[in-house]
């Protein structure tokens, strides 16, 4: 995809917030960040499975909803590009900053990528142990980059996970996504669930180690 704003200042000076697109937090005081800043109608399912982690797990939250009519891909800005303020505050002094998105697939699958290789080998095993069919990241999506929000955190190393529309199909009890059905929480699924206490399992196996 090739993006149509070079960064979110572009964006922000072309696109009107409450319009096109929103933010929403949820600051806990917690030394974690669940993120998914293309959330909304960009890559569906992300907002919606990183807010249940975040509340489930108690960490902090934050994501960037595109909310337009139609033609909302037109609003995906590159992790590497995204420069919104908000989360560039939120990230700082974060433990573990970790970045949910939405990906093409043929199979319910996650894809793990960024710097903290420690905290996604603990992802894997818990996905694992719960069926998920997980890999590592391919290039295109790897998370691998320095300036990536993912990897600024305290410990500059976190974790990108891409999940397969397949997958975020199963988070939705009656697998469809569109507004009504992904913000009607009576439609997550067990699966959702499922994926939230891996995560969560992974991060507190993260914290016991650390400690």
Known sequence: MVDRYKSFTDLAQQMTEGEDWSIHTHERGARHL???????????????????IARRGGYDFYTFKATRRNKNNELH????????PRLETLVQGKRHVISIHGCRGVKPKVYLGGL???LRAHLTLALEQRSFLVEAAPPPISGMHT??????????????????EPLRKQFFNNKKFNLHNREDESNWSPVMTAFADAMIEAIDAMKEEEE
């Open 77 to 84: 800005v590159t992790s590497r590009h995204f420069n919104e």
């Open 147 to 164: 300036d990536n929000f993912v990897n600024c955190g305290e410990r500059k190393k976190g974790v990108q996970i891409e999940l397969t």
């Open 116 to 118: 903290d290789h420690t």
């Open 34 to 52: 669940i993120t998914a800043i293309h959330g909304g109608a960009i890559e569906r399912g992300t907002s919606e499975v990183a807010e249940l």
